[in-house]
Structures are given as structure tokens and as C-alpha cells.
């Protein structure tokens, strides 16, 4: 009896920290993939971390100009934070009839501060606070009158995948985007 108990403890204890180890290294690649981002190192971030099948249908080079485009604005200033509170809601594992192509993915959600200065002439504070409310929520946007900013704490859910447990891919999850998502990532992960 004393022998099984130790066995069932030592397995539990062996999956306890896979499952520490698996939970810190996706979390430890989606910050590095985040801060890539937020030092406008766009190729870097998608060559390390852009999922294979999204870039398949948006190619590397039009996402990268893409988001040129926004952070370079001379009409935004952006400021993006490390993201916090980086939670793996569930798991799925997909595989192929060979286990050749087998897929694992997490489901997360994090906050992410982001400060934006609005500096074009063709939108008043009281006109462009509502869509970023709408947005992120109207307890998540505050505008700072006496700098111009406004102050987004973002509550977002990403999709990590790895074929194996060590290089994770990220896909932000964005709502006007779900039906597209769905085409590369299962269903059950996006539940």
C-alpha cells in the first residue's frame, strides 16, 4: 500500500511540474512576443512567434507593413506595457493519424496596459472615448484631460500552439476576426 501511494504522489508531482514548467514557458514566449511588438521589432516578433497557418493567409510582409503603419503614425502615439496576469484557460491537443503533426494548444487571457496619444485634428477627445470604450470595455478606457492620453488596460484572449512544447506560435484573438481564426484553430480551443 505504502508503495502505491508514493507512486500515485511521485506521478502528481511529475505532472504538477511539466504542467509549472509548460505554463512559464508559454507565458515567458508571449511576453517576449508582446515587448517585440511594443519595440516596433515587427519582424523579429512574427519570424519567432507568428503562426504558420495566419501567415498563410496574411503574408508576413503585408502584417509587418500593416503594423507599421499604426505604430508609426504621426496622428498616435502608442505606448504598450508588458502584458499581466497571463492565465492558460484550457489546452487541446490535435493530432494527425501519423502523430506526425500533433498540435497542442492553450487558450489565454492577460491585460496589457496600452497609453494613446491622439495627435490628428479631425477627432475631439469626447468623440473618439466612446469607440474605445465600446472597444475595451467603459471601465477600461479612462482619458488623462491633462495629457491628452488615453489610458486602456486591454483584457484579451491568444491562442499559443507548439508541435513541441518548447516554441510556441501566438494568435491574438480578435472578435471581427473570430470567423477567420476558426479556418486554423479548433473550435474547442476557441470555446
Given at each position: 500500500?505504502?508503495?502505491k501511494i508514493v507512486f500515485i504522489l511521485s506521478i502528481?508531482?511529475?505532472?504538477?511540474?511539466?504542467?509549472?514548467?509548460?505554463?512559464?514557458?508559454?507565458?515567458?514566449?508571449?511576453?517576449?512576443?508582446?515587448?517585440?511588438?511594443?519595440?516596433?521589432?515587427?519582424?523579429?516578433?512574427?519570424?519567432?512567434?507568428?503562426?504558420?497557418?495566419?501567415?498563410?493567409?496574411?503574408?508576413?510582409?503585408?502584417?509587418?507593413?500593416?503594423?507599421?503603419?499604426?505604430?508609426?503614425?504621426?496622428?498616435?502615439?502608442?505606448?504598450?506595457?508588458?502584458?499581466?496576469?497571463?492565465?492558460?484557460?484550457?489546452t487541446y491537443q490535435k493530432s494527425t493519424i501519423t502523430?506526425?503533426?500533433?498540435?497542442?494548444?492553450?487558450?489565454?487571457?492577460?491585460?496589457?496596459?496600452?497609453?494613446?496619444?491622439?495627435?490628428?485634428?479631425?477627432?475631439?477627445?469626447?468623440?473618439?472615448?466612446?469607440?474605445?470604450?465600446?472597444?475595451?470595455?467603459?471601465?477600461?478606457?479612462?482619458?488623462?484631460?491633462?495629457?491628452?492620453?488615453?489610458?486602456?488596460?486591454?483584457?484579451?484572449?491568444?491562442?499559443?500552439?507548439?508541435?513541441?512544447?518548447?516554441?510556441?506560435?501566438?494568435?491574438?484573438?480578435?472578435?471581427?476576426?473570430?470567423?477567420?481564426?476558426?479556418?486554423?484553430?479548433?473550435?474547442?480551443?476557441?470555446?
Amino acid at each position: 500500500m505504502f508503495r502505491k501511494i508514493v507512486f500515485i504522489l511521485s506521478i502528481c508531482i511529475a505532472v504538477s511540474g511539466f504542467s509549472q514548467d509548460f505554463s512559464k514557458t508559454v507565458e515567458t514566449q508571449f511576453k517576449d512576443y508582446c515587448n517585440l511588438i511594443a519595440e516596433k521589432r515587427f519582424e523579429k516578433a512574427i519570424d519567432e512567434y507568428g503562426n504558420e497557418d495566419f501567415l498563410k493567409i496574411f503574408p508576413k510582409e503585408q502584417l509587418i507593413a500593416s503594423m507599421e503603419q499604426v505604430f508609426n503614425s504621426k496622428e498616435l502615439e502608442f505606448e504598450m506595457y508588458e502584458p499581466e496576469n497571463i492565465q492558460i484557460l484550457k489546452t487541446y491537443q490535435k493530432s494527425t493519424i501519423t502523430e506526425k503533426n500533433k498540435i497542442t494548444y492553450a487558450k489565454l487571457r492577460y491585460n496589457q496596459k496600452i497609453d494613446i496619444k491622439y495627435n490628428g485634428n479631425d477627432l475631439k477627445p469626447d468623440q473618439l472615448l466612446p469607440a474605445l470604450k465600446r472597444e475595451f470595455g467603459n471601465e477600461n478606457v479612462l482619458y488623462n484631460s491633462q495629457t491628452g492620453v488615453y489610458e486602456i488596460l486591454s483584457v484579451k484572449d491568444a491562442v499559443a500552439a507548439s508541435k513541441d512544447l518548447k516554441n510556441w506560435k501566438f494568435t491574438i484573438i480578435e472578435n471581427n476576426q473570430i470567423d477567420l481564426i476558426k479556418t486554423f484553430i479548433p473550435q474547442e480551443i476557441l470555446k
